[in-house]
């Protein structure tokens, strides 16, 4: 039988299967290709690693962000904490130097005490004491040292309501119609308000003042005594005061639209960047006269008013720019002669040297306070603002390094009389200061020949 290959089912299969096999994966392989093209979402068990292909970065990516936000508040964390322990290193310095210069004061004070025979007599009088039985109030007052009883007593609230409705100026709260807030500070906040039709500031004292400060009503009854014995031009004029703390602890004043540090710097905190045009020479100079004179007039009473807390924050202006010396609630009296022993009593950075030491100090403390800001009017900087050092750190360097502020660049010589006041004023030894007295003339005399010059 004659057979042929080609009639053989078998063989013409396996002679054709690689053929078809070729032709049927190239067919495929267009198939695949065209549903690729056709069909760009993945289908079947596959469908949706396309889509972890292209969010899988993108999740990626938000976490980075999130990781970098917050290692960017950790950052923040790590130098606000760096900076706290940097204050306290050296408030820690600046205090044990404190405690070393009043163990020296206190020696000082002994060995004083010593040679005027004053130890022998508080000893002699602690061995009377022991060997009597009488009670130390019969204890007879030649056998002891008198202590001076201090010039001025501070009056207690009681005697300053009364003094208040005989001169007319106690105020009920219910007169004072309270407006919008205008500022605030630590202890209170000032209103505008109107009282008996007239426009007014109200310093309203919070009541937490008064819980937490044992001395408040002191504090309060000083600062509205103190004002309602002024009567000058460029002192604050007190209208009235409600005298019932701690809810209407209240000092009414002439309402006066700026202070000198807006003026000067514009509102905000401090800054590099000048936030307002710089006044004029001629402005800033009188600006400084009548601080002057207002401050000659307060050192010049009887007894002598001292300030202790001058800054341009307290020192306001009316529409005529002109100025009015505020918030005497660390003022104190002193006779002459006298010295005070309070430490730390204003603000570092117009604090004087021997404020800061905690050593007795009198008037000139006021003088050297003058000097920074004379000089922060004429550079029209705020002190010390060239560095980076905290209040602490200024005040240290204030006493040990004889730090001071950046005077102003005078290369024509226009301000040598000027500066030269400034540095006597900031002298690190107080009775180098001059009086406000020589400062006003000065200064006038400076005004008057500026004012003539063409």
């Known amino acids: 039988m004659n057979t042929s290959f080609g009639d053989s089912p078998q063989i013409m299969q396996s002679l054709a299967s690689p053929r078809l096999s070729r032709q049927s994966s190239k067919a495929s392989s267009k198939h695949k290709q065209l549903s690729e093209a056709s069909s760009p979402v993945p289908s079947g068990c596959c469908r949706g690693f396309g889509n972890v292909k292209t969010t899988g970065?993108?999740?990626?990516?938000?976490q980075y962000q999130l990781q970098l936000q917050d290692s960017k508040r950790l950052e923040g964390k790590v130098a606000d904490l760096e900076k706290e322990v940097q204050r306290?290193?050296?408030l820690r310095v600046m205090y044990r130097k404190r405690m070393e210069r009043t163990q020296d004061y206190l020696r000082y004070c002994l060995q004083i005490a010593q040679e005027n025979g004053i130890l022998d007599l508080i000893t002699q009088s602690k061995g009377d004491l022991q060997q009597s039985p009488l009670s130390v109030h019969t204890v007879n007052s030649a056998a002891s040292p008198q202590i001076p009883s201090p010039i001025h007593r501070h009056p207690d609230l009681a005697a300053i309501i009364e003094q208040a409705k005989i001169q007319g100026w106690h105020i009920d709260p219910t007169e004072v119609q309270l407006e919008e807030k205008i500022g605030q500070g630590s202890t209170a906040e000032i209103y505008r308000a109107t009282w008996r039709g007239y426009d007014v500031a109200v310093k309203c004292l919070s009541a937490d003042f008064f819980r937490t400060n044992a001395n408040g009503v002191v504090f309060f009854a000083q600062e509205v005594e103190t004002l309602s014995r002024q009567r000058h031009r460029f002192v604050l004029q007190l209208m009235g005061?409600?005298?019932e703390p701690p809810h209407h602890a209240w000092v009414v004043t002439e309402h006066v639209s700026t202070n000198l540090k807006d003026w000067l710097h514009g509102a905000g905190k401090r800054s590099r960047v000048r936030q307002v045009p710089l006044p004029s020479l001629k402005d800033r100079v009188m600006r400084a006269l009548e601080i002057g004179q207002a401050m000659q007039y307060l050192h010049?009473?009887?007894p002598k008013i001292i300030h202790r807390d001058l800054k341009p924050s307290n020192i306001f202006l009316d529409d005529a720019l002109h100025v009015r010396i505020a918030?005497?609630?660390?003022?104190?009296?002193?006779?002459?002669?006298?010295?005070?022993?309070?430490?730390?009593?204003?603000t570092y950075v117009y604090m004087a040297p021997e404020v800061i030491r905690c050593e007795p100090y009198n008037e000139k403390c006021d003088i050297y306070s003058f000097g920074v800001i004379l000089n922060e009017l004429l550079t029209g900087n705020y002190?010390?603002?060239?560095?980076?050092?905290?209040?602490?750190?200024?005040?240290?360097?204030v006493v040990e390094g004889n730090l001071r502020p950046t005077v102003p660049e005078d290369t024509g010589g226009e301000l040598e009389e000027l500066v030269q006041v400034i540095r006597l004023c900031w002298d690190g030894n107080p009775t180098m200061r001059p009086s406000f007295a020589s400062i006003t003339n000065t200064l006038k005399a400076y005004i008057k020949r500026a004012s003539s010059s063409p």
């Open 383 to 397: 002190p010390y603002i060239e560095t980076d050092y905290s209040p602490t750190k200024i005040a240290a360097e």
């Open 300 to 302: 010049e009473q009887k």
């Open 57 to 62: 970065p993108t999740m990626s990516a938000m």
């Open 327 to 346: 918030d005497f609630g660390h003022a104190r009296f002193l006779a002459d002669h006298e010295m005070a022993l309070t430490g730390e009593t204003g």
């Open 241 to 243: 005061a409600c005298l």
């Open 88 to 90: 306290q290193k050296e």
